[in-house]
C-alpha cells in the first residue's frame, strides 16, 4: 500500500483546496449575519445546498478518478526505446496521433477514426495491443516519438520540425493537397493576386506555415497570423466557418471529412500539392521501418484501403451522424454517464472504467442479452444481481447499480496487500470469469515460476492455460475459458486508457 501514500496526501490536498474555500466563505457569511442578521431566504438556501452538493459530487468524481488513473494508466507514462522486438515483447503498439476528425475521436465510446483504424490493422499484423497516445498541442508528436513515450507517430514531415533529424519517414501511405479554407458564400479565392491584402491564421508549427511563408513576398499585403498552438487545424476551420478569422489552410483530406457535415465553409486555391502523409520512427529503429513499410505495400494499396477511405471521405450521411454523435469534445462518452457517474461515485470506482466496462460487456445496449444469460448494460447474471438486490436487470439504472456493486464487492476481496493496479485488474477478471478462476490461475502462475501478484504477462499466461486438460483436471474451480478474461482485460484497459485520455480525472 506504500504507493498509494502519495495518492492520498494528494487527495487531501485536493480537499483543502476545495474546502478551505468553503470554509472561509462559510465564516464570512456568519460574519456578515451577525453583523446584519438578515435571515437567508429558502431558495437561497435550497440552491447553496444544491451547489454544494455539485461540488462534492465533482470532488469524488476527482478523487475517484485520480487515484484510478494513477494505478492504470502508470504504464503510460513509462519511456523505453520501441524497437520491434520490444514492442512484440511488451505486447503494445504506441502510436501518436491528433485528436481530431480524421486522425482518432471517440464515438459511442468506441474509438474510431481514418488513421486509428489503419494503425489498429497494424497493430493486429504485429500480433499487439494498440495504444494510443494523443499529444497536449500537435506539435508535440515528433516530441513524443524522440522522448521514448511513442513508437512512431502519424504526421506529414515538417520541414522546420526541432526533432526531424532524429526521426525517419516510412514511404507515402496518402498523398493530399493543401488548400485555403474560407467561409461559404464569399468570392472565392482563385488567383494569387487574391491574397493581397488578406490576413490568414495557422499554427507557426505546422507543415502549413512552411508552405504559406514564401507567398508573404508573392501576394503584397498578405500576412500570416499566429494560432494558438493548442488549436487543431479543425478548430481552425471551425472558426472560419463562423467569421471568426478570415482564413486557414487544411489538407484536402480533412477538408474533405469536414465538408460532410457542415457547409459554412469553402475549399478554394490550392497552394501545396501531393503533400505526403506517413509514419515516422525514430532513425535507430530499422527493423520497425522496414516492417511498416512491408504493412503499407500489403495493406494500404487494395481494397481495404480503398474501403477505409470511402468510409471516411465518401459516406456524407454517415460522417454527419457520427459527427454528431461523436461525444468526445461535448464533454461526454455514453449516453449511460450519469449512472457511471453516480454509482461509481458511491463505491469508490471510476466512472471512467465503468464506461470501459460497459462498452466491452454490452456497447451500451441496455437490452443486451449473453449466451449464458448475462443482461443489461454491464452483462450481470440474474442471481448476482438477486443476491445484489436487483431483480431488473434491462432497467439501466438497476443494472448500473447492481454491475458496479458487484464489481467493488469482488476488489473488495482481493488481497490487499497488491498493488491498486493489480487488484483492479484481478477484480475484473473475476467480474468477467468468476473469482474462484482467478485464485486458480494465481496459484498456478506460482507453479509455473510466473509472478502470481501480476496481472498483464503473468497470471493471464496461466489463466490460458486453464483450458487445457493437463492443467484444469488439477484446478479447484475446473475448466475455464481462459481466453475471455485474457481479451476482456486486455480491451477494457485500452477502453479506459482511451477514455482517460481524452477525459482526465483533474482537466487538460
Avoid at 113 to 140: H, N, S, Y
Avoid at 309 to 333: L, N, P, T
Avoid at 366 to 387: C, F, I, R
Amino acid at each position: 500500500m506504500n504507493g498509494l501514500h502519495s495518492h492520498y496526501a494528494y487527495v487531501v490536498s485536493l480537499i483543502l483546496w476545495v474546502c478551505l474555500p468553503l470554509a472561509t466563505g462559510c465564516q464570512e457569511a456568519k460574519n456578515d449575519q451577525a453583523e446584519q442578521a438578515t435571515p437567508v431566504p429558502e431558495r437561497s438556501r435550497s440552491a447553496a445546498i444544491r451547489h454544494l452538493g455539485a461540488m462534492t459530487d465533482n470532488l469524488l468524481d476527482t478523487v475517484h478518478g485520480f487515484l484510478y488513473e494513477q494505478a492504470l494508466t502508470k504504464h503510460r507514462q513509462e519511456q523505453y526505446r520501441g524497437n520491434l522486438a520490444e514492442i512484440k515483447k511488451r505486447g503494445v503498439l504506441r502510436v501518436a496521433m491528433l485528436n481530431n476528425s480524421i486522425a482518432y475521436f471517440i464515438y459511442r465510446g468506441q474509438q474510431v477514426g481514418f488513421q486509428f483504424e489503419m494503425m489498429e490493422l497494424l497493430a493486429k499484423r504485429l500480433d499487439v495491443r494498440l495504444e494510443v497516445v494523443v499529444p497536449k498541442v500537435p506539435k508535440d508528436l515528433t516530441r513524443l516519438l524522440v522522448e521514448d513515450r511513442a513508437d512512431l507517430v502519424v504526421n506529414s514531415k515538417v520541414q522546420a520540425d526541432p526533432f526531424g533529424d532524429q526521426v525517419a519517414y516510412s514511404q507515402a501511405i496518402a498523398f493530399s493537397n493543401q488548400a485555403l479554407v474560407q467561409p461559404a458564400g464569399e468570392k472565392p479565392i482563385v488567383l494569387l493576386s487574391d491574397l493581397m491584402n488578406r490576413s490568414l491564421t495557422v499554427r507557426h508549427s505546422s507543415q502549413y506555415y512552411q508552405t504559406l511563408k514564401p507567398f508573404t513576398w508573392m501576394a503584397p499585403g498578405f500576412s500570416l497570423l499566429r494560432a494558438d498552438e493548442d488549436l487543431e487545424t479543425e478548430d481552425l476551420i471551425d472558426l472560419v466557418g463562423q467569421k471568426k478569422i478570415a482564413l486557414t489552410i487544411a489538407n484536402t483530406a480533412l477538408l474533405a471529412v469536414e465538408m460532410t457535415y457542415r457547409d459554412d465553409i469553402q475549399g478554394t486555391l490550392v497552394l501545396a500539392e501531393k503533400k505526403p502523409l506517413g509514419l515516422a520512427v525514430r532513425k535507430d529503429a530499422g527493423q520497425l521501418l522496414a516492417r511498416i513499410n512491408r504493412f503499407i505495400e500489403e495493406d494500404c494499396r487494395g481494397a481495404w484501403y480503398r474501403a477505409l477511405r470511402h468510409k471516411y471521405f465518401s459516406k456524407r450521411k454517415r460522417m454527419i451522424e457520427v459527427r454528431s454523435q461523436a461525444m468526445a469534445r461535448s464533454g461526454a462518452i455514453s449516453p449511460f454517464d450519469h449512472l457511471a457517474r453516480k454509482y461509481g461515485r458511491k463505491y469508490a470506482v471510476d466512472w471512467r472504467l465503468v464506461l470501459a466496462q460497459m462498452y466491452q460487456e454490452s456497447r451500451f445496449d441496455p437490452q443486451a442479452l449473453s449466451w449464458a444469460g448475462a443482461q443489461g448494460l454491464l452483462q450481470v447474471m440474474p442471481a448476482t444481481g438477486k443476491e445484489m438486490g436487483f431483480v431488473k436487470l434491462y432497467d439501466p439504472e438497476q443494472n448500473v447499480h447492481a454491475g458496479v456493486k458487484y464489481l467493488a464487492r469482488l476488489l473488495a476481496r482481493i488481497d490487499t496487500s497488491l498493488p491498486m493496479r493489480q487488484r483492479i485488474r484481478f477484480a475484473l477478471a473475476a467480474y468477467n470469469v468468476g473469482l474462484g478462476h482467478v485464485y486458480d490461475a494465481r496459484r498456478l502462475a506460482r507453479k509455473q515460476g510466473l509472478d502470481p501478484d501480476r496481472w498483464f504477462g503473468q497470471v493471464e499466461q496461466a489463466m490460458l492455460l486453464l483450458e487445457k486438460p493437463r492443467y484444469y483436471q488439477r484446478a479447484r474451480h475446473g475448466y475455464c475459458r481462459g481466453s475471455e478474461p485474457v481479451i476482456y482485460l486486455s480491451r477494457v484497459q485500452a477502453k479506459y486508457d482511451a477514455y482517460v485520455a481524452l477525459m482526465p480525472a483533474a482537466g487538460k
